[in-house]
């Protein structure tokens, strides 16, 4: 029997870390000591009132069967409530959140609820590769828009040709930025608030860093006056309570959004299992003494690498947000040149910025993924290096 994939999986753009990926297993299988800050994965555990809130609920046999697939009416109240207490907003818990597998889930799925073939879905470049890979498995029509340094990697709307403006029926947005690090300016909320009312257009945003800064805390897009109209929000535990293996987050905003999603999520999914949920519930309304600590410790890491870089002469975008760093490239060198150099002669795994879209050439991505010895350790590999 001949095994064909199918044209959507065919077509997927070429994996711009397998270069990297390959290297990464040589060095490993010569022994070298590899530093590995490619990934957004955070290193430190869930915190211990989390776990036991999960042992707990594992083992009450009530939550051992099929969940709802909206997400407990318990978890969309805690979600809620967190809206209110960390942006001020108040979400009718029984139609404007719905309880989601990850946001990534969500992320993948929302498409499937609003896009027809020949719609354009607006796409951060460099960005999050999600957006515009569902966007096709949809029969949608990714539109890239180049996120650019002397432009504090915001959309610039004003750039979207007029057809393409009035085709678009998603634009995806994502402050504090992956993998940029940048945060939304004032004033650009409003200006895609008035964007999306005049074209129509859905906004989604991502806002899986909210509460990863190291200043002032990030807006919400939904705080913005006349976003909740136009758009819907989702939000992640994954990074904020080091929950990435857990799968689970929310999505909240217009009605008619979430709802649209929860449309498509019941005939693919059934939910969050309920121990996961309950958890989930003790991290939001519980202490949140461990998030801020977690913060000083991303912020010591990030004052270590970005300041030893600064002062070893790279150019470097020390982050207000987020746990990712960008590195200008030196002279003459690629991004996955540069990556790869960076690997074979220091040791250290970055993820080149080109990976998330063309328009992060001239950019390796660092995290703060790892504790301040071996960030300190990556600093003094990166000094000894001859570029
Ligand atoms: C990590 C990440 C997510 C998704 O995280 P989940 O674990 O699926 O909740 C979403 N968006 C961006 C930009 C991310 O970096």
């Known amino acids: 029997m001949k095994i064909e994939l199918a044209h959507r999986i065919r077509e997927l753009p070429p994996y711009l870390f397998a270069r ?3 290297l990464k297993n040589e060095e490993r299988k010569k022994g070298k000591d590899l530093i590995d800050l490619g990934i957004g994965d955070p290193d430190l555990p869930t915190p211990a009132h989390i776990i036991a809130a999960l042992t707990e609920a594992a083992r009450d046999a009530s939550t051992h069967r099929y969940p709802s697939y909206v997400g407990m009416e318990s978890f969309r109240q805690a979600a809620a409530a967190f809206m209110q207490t960390r942006f001020g907003l108040s979400f009718d818990p029984g139609k404007e959140v719905i309880c989601v597998i990850g946001s990534k889930e969500a992320i993948a799925h929302f498409p499937f609820a609003f896009v027809n073939p020949g719609d354009v879905v607006l796409c951060p470049d ?8 569902l966007t096709r498995f949809a029969g949608g029509e990714p539109y890239f828009l180049p996120l650019r340094r002397d432009n504090g990697f915001l959309i610039d709307l ?29 004033g650009f909320y409003e200006r895609v608030v008035a964007f ?18 190291y200043e002032a805390p990030p807006r919400s897009f939904l705080e913005t006056p006349g976003a909740r109209e136009v758009g819907i929000e989702f939000h992640s535990l994954s990074k904020t309570y080091n929950m990435t293996g857990w799968r ?36 939001l309304t519980g202490d949140q003494a461990p998030v801020a600590k977690q913060r000083a410790i991303y912020k010591e890491r990030r004052d270590v690498l970005c300041g030893g870089l600064a002062a070893a002469g790279f150019d ?49 991505r660092l995290t703060v993924c790892a504790d301040k010895a071996r960030l300190a350790e990556a600093v003094e590999r990166l000094k000894a290096l001859k570029l």
Do not use: H
Not at 263 to 282: C, L, M, P, Y
Not at 346 to 355: D, H, N
């Open 20 to 22: 990297i990926d390959a």
């Open 126 to 133: 460099p960005g999050y590769p999600v957006y515009a890979t």
């Open 158 to 186: 004003d750039a979207i040709p007029e057809d393409i403006a009035r085709r678009a029926k998603i634009m995806w947005i994502n402050y504090p930025n992956n993998p940029t690090a940048a945060l939304a300016a004032p």
């Open 196 to 213: 999306a009312q005049k074209y129509d257009v859905i906004i989604a945003s991502d806002l899986a860093y909210s509460e990863m800064y």
């Open 248 to 283: 689970v987050g929310w999505a909240c905003g217009n009605p008619q959004l979430v709802a649209g999603l929860g449309q498509v999520k019941t005939n693919v999914d059934s939910g969050v299992f309920e121990a996961v949920q309950r958890a989930a519930i003790a991290a």
């Open 316 to 364: 470097v975008l020390t982050p207000k947000a987020s746990f990712y760093t960008l590195i200008a490239n030196p002279k003459g060198l690629t991004s996955i040149e540069f990556a790869a150099r960076l690997l074979t002669e220091a040791g250290i795994v970055a993820t080149p910025a080109t990976g998330f879209g063309p328009s992060g050439e001239g950019f390796v």
